[in-house]
């Protein structure tokens, strides 16, 4: 593990190593918050109640949280031997990740005498260092153009928004008309289609 300079460089890694697909990774987010707000409570009875504390009783009362919430988690998608030895560790219930249906995506060709754009962009924490990219195809799928480009530090929706910018003006710099542009973001397809972008 990196070292840090503050608790806020430390607690902002922590956050960014979270996720939601497995119970380590929602536990990985929440433990800076709970045991933070454990050592607080602590600090405060000892100071204005004169009540002591060991560090067994608060990592104790920190379980007993994991415990609590992980009792409302319901959708898990997936779970490893090493998670589950982690788990008993910290005597959490094992949750079963819930079975997924696979749905198949594949790249579909245009229409003769179009070109397809296929844009992406993605930020590591949103905010967070960030890229975009994408591809132009023509109907038989041969590749025309293809690009990658790092945007530093920014947020999901502004490197989708990158991506189909700068896809747009390579598309005019090859004097590209027909073009059918595709992306995985809902979001920036409400947003050109119907001027909202908050559903």
């Known amino acids: 593990m990196p070292s840090f300079l503050t608790w806020k460089e430390q607690t902002n890694f922590w956050f960014r190593r979270a996720g939601s697909s497995s119970q380590i990774r929602i536990i990985l987010g929440l433990i800076p918050s709970i045991i933070s707000w454990e050592l607080w409570e602590r600090r405060c009875k000892a100071q204005y ?26 959708k898990i998608s997936s779970v490893s031997n090493k998670d589950i030895d982690i788990l008993n560790r ?23 005498g179009w070109v397809k754009l296929n844009i992406d962009g993605s930020s590591l924490g949103n905010p967070s260092f960030s890229g975009v990219g994408g591809v132009i195809r023509d109907a038989n799928g041969n590749l025309l153009l293809a690009y990658s480009i790092s945007l530093g530090q920014s ?40 001027g909202d972008c908050h559903t």
């Not at 700068?166 to 008309?177: A, D, F, K, N, S």
């Open 49 to 74: 109640e004169d009540k002591g504390h060991t560090a067994q009783s608060v990592w104790y009362a920190s379980k007993v949280w994991f415990c609590c919430i992980m009792e409302h988690i319901l």
């Open 90 to 112: 910290l005597e959490i219930l094992v949750l079963s990740p819930k079975s997924q249906r696979v749905r198949m995506i594949r790249w579909t060709r245009p229409q003769q």
């Open 155 to 194: 947020t999901n929706n502004f490197a989708e928004l990158s991506s189909l910018l700068e896809g747009i003006r390579r598309c005019y710099t090859l004097w590209l008309q027909r073009v059918e542009i595709e992306t995985d973001s809902q979001l920036l397809v409400n947003w050109i289609t119907k």
